[in-house]
């Protein structure tokens, strides 16, 4: 109990609180995040495409299978381990080495926002890296949607002078 009210020992205390929060292994901040969207949303394509993003984590909290995420940064030097390690220049050079297409980055860009506020959330870090960066730029138009017109009577067009092949 005097301990308790000992304003140095206090200190001392958050003082190694907060360093322990923050020596939180990426490893293990990817395995409990896919762990509690698994939870929350079933083992369905969105956690499909966390893995993707993140990577799988097995048991031991070991790298089962390379996500864009861990891919990355097994080629840094030095690597980023804990997750408080990781800063914005870093997010901002993962990004940039990204191969998606603008929709597709800009979906990854909201999940691993997603990730860093989970991180938040539980005291690992104390703000996200992220927070200051902006998305990926998406085109604009509907790239996914119903044809025009012309490019519709352009398939109508196509499609009269072909002629089917005499295999069935």
Known sequence: WVDAQDPEKAELRRIRGERERKEKRI?????????????????????AMA??????????????RDG???SWLSKQNPRPVFIG???????????????????????RWSMLKAFLTF?????????????NLKPPKVDKGC?????????????LDATS???PSAHV
Request: charged share 25%.
């Open 51 to 64: 893995r993707s993003l993140l990577g799988r984590i097995d048991g031991n909290g070991a790298v089962e």
């Open 27 to 47: 490893e293990d901040a990817v395995a409990l995040y896919l762990t509690d969207l698994v939870t929350r949303r079933g083992d369905n394509g969105t956690v």
């Open 85 to 107: 390690d990781i800063t914005s220049e870093h997010l901002v050079a993962w990004r940039a080495s990204w191969k998606f297409g603008d929709q597709t980055a800009r979906q």
């Open 143 to 155: 790239r996914t949607g119903i044809f025009t017109d012309d490019q519709y009577n352009a398939i």
């Open 68 to 70: 864009h995420l861990f």
């Open 161 to 163: 002078r072909h002629e």
């Open 119 to 131: 991180c938040v959330g539980h005291g690992w870090i104390g703000q996200s890296p992220a927070r």
